[in-house]
């Protein structure tokens, strides 16, 4: 499946499992991300995204925001919006 780059992990929390993402792109609930990195490889459907603990239904490039994930994620991961 198509894919398109839409930001870069910088942080992760191991409690709740969060990953902080900076956005250069646009992403909301809904969407397949695929996160890949060094020792990286996921794909998940976002169903809870936050903006400075705010839930949000979007977001934009630009915005840093915290995605659950179901594994660790690693600073300096690229985020992809999986494009059905």
Do not use: C, W
């Amino acid at each position: 499946m198509p894919e398109e780059v839409i930001g870069k992990v910088n942080d992760f929390f191991a409690r709740p499992v969060v990953a902080g993402i900076e956005l250069t792109g646009t992403i909301k609930l809904g969407d397949k991300i695929h996160i890949k990195g060094h020792t990286t490889d996921m794909e998940l459907t976002v169903d809870s995204m936050q903006i400075n603990n705010v839930d949000v239904k979007e977001a934009k490039t630009g915005d840093n925001v915290g995605i659950k994930v179901s594994d660790r994620v690693r600073r300096g991961d690229t985020v992809y919006k999986v494009i059905d």
